[in-house]
């Protein structure tokens, strides 16, 4: 049994060491080379939508079905960029990715 729970920490600490995990793997490696900063968007859905609650369901809803008219991405942006992907992640890696989208910036924004 303790063998078993150290191998499993250990395949867990390895999956961190190699990106593995899905914000930085997907959302952070996209938006670092193709698209407008995270930090920015994270703010424009935090004022549009104020609850954690309701910011992540936003966001959940826009990244497997983005389309212009739920965009709040400038038309600027969207010209320049195109309309994000509809994500390919499972709902447990979506949920995993907004969950840490949502922890890292809350944090720089010091709100509860
Ligand atoms: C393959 C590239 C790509 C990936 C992967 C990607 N994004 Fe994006 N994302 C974009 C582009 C391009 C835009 C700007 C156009 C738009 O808003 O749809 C965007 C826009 C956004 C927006 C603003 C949406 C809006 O309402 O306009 C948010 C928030 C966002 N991304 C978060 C994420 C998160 C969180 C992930 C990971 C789960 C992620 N993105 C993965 C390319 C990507």
Redesign the pocket.
């Known amino acids: 049994m303790g063998r078993l729970i150290v191998t499993i920490l250990l395949i867990l600490l390895g999956m961190q060491a190699s990106g593995i995990d ?2 930085e793997r ?6 670092k ?4 900063s ?1 930090e920015k ?2 703010f ?2 935090l004022l549009k939508y104020s609850s954690e609650r309701r910011v992540k369901r ?2 959940i809803d ?2 497997k079905n ?1 389309t ?1 008219k ?4 400038s038309e600027e ?2 010209k320049r ?5 509809k ?3 499972c709902d447990t ?2 949920h995993e ?2 969950d840490r ?1 949502w922890e890292i910036y809350k944090v720089f924004g010091k709100i509860k």
Not at 70 to 73: F, Q
């Open positions: 899905p914000y997907n959302c952070v490696a996209c938006h080379k193709f698209s407008p995270l968007f994270f424009d859905y936003a966001l826009y990244l983005p212009r739920k965009a709040i991405a942006i969207l960029y195109g309309l994000m992907p994500t390919h992640l890696d979506l990715a907004i989208y």
